[in-house]
């Protein structure tokens, strides 16, 4: 089990809460934990546990704490669904970059270990953006809507990212991971994998999108690409 910390924006705004789990010995790395729009609800939570149950320092940001600190938000029920919608509406990406920038820097400073990022939905678009603009170690990518939307920021990338993507998403159309994959084609740097038949949140860790074979399949890969990029 984690607890939280606070940590400090980058622009002196205002401090944010970060939910911290760490090995019982010292941490191979650090992750930082990019969230859904559902807050650090008890999904987030229990990746992060489970990440430093491998033995990595995990940290996993409130996005959305300029808006509303400290929201968890059940995406199986209809109201708090329509409430996270708004969170997101409401967020600044650009700002959301610079708070996944304060989280690396922290968990560097704390860990003195490389430092990965991985999101889910719209934490799957800001891991892009980390990936583009932060010196994030390396970053993997679940299901990023509106990822094809930025892809002029895709010479950013410096170092390895990771990217799932749904086979049967509703809010990521074919023919936008087309294009994703059409602009990576030949970059080593970086790796896509499709997962046929699932939808959006596949790999959530708790609730009823979960698909227990793509999401294991997905994890695996995830797991075996920061083994590699973060030693």
């Given at each position: 089990m984690g607890s939280m910390i606070s940590v400090e924006a980058l622009d002196h705004s205002g401090s944010f809460n970060v939910y911290r789990a760490t090995?019982?010995?010292?941490?191979?790395?650090?992750?930082?934990?990019?969230?859904?729009?559902?807050?650090?609800?008890p999904g987030i939570r229990a990746k992060v546990d489970s990440w430093a149950a491998k033995g990595y320092a995990v940290y996993a940001l409130d996005l959305f704490w300029r808006d509303k600190p400290g929201i968890q938000l059940d995406p199986d029920i209809p109201d708090q669904l329509q409430e996270a919608f708004g969170f997101y509406q409401r967020f600044d990406r650009d700002k959301?970059?610079?708070d996944i920038e304060a989280t690396i820097r922290a968990a560097r400073a704390e860990t003195e270990k490389k430092v990965g990022v991985t999101g889910y939905c719209l934490g799957g678009l800001m891991t892009y953006l980390a990936a583009t603009r932060t010196d994030a170690d390396a970053s993997a990518a679940y299901y990023g809507a509106g990822i094809d939307g930025f892809l002029s920021e895709a010479h950013g990338i410096a170092r390895p990212l990771l990217m799932h993507f749904a086979g049967k998403d509703h809010f990521i159309p074919t023919e936008a991971i087309t294009k994703i994959e059409d602009a990576f084609k030949g970059n080593e740097r970086?790796?896509?994998?499709?997962?046929?038949?699932?939808?959006?949140?596949?790999?959530?860790?708790t609730g009823k999108r979960r698909v227990e074979d793509a999401a294991n399949l997905a994890d695996g890969r995830t797991e075996a690409f920061f083994a590699k990029h973060l030693a």
């Open positions: 090995p019982a010995d010292e941490a191979k790395a650090a992750i930082v934990v990019v969230q859904e729009i559902f807050g650090i609800n959301g970059v610079a970086v790796e896509i994998h499709t997962y046929p038949g699932v939808d959006h949140g596949f790999a959530t860790q």
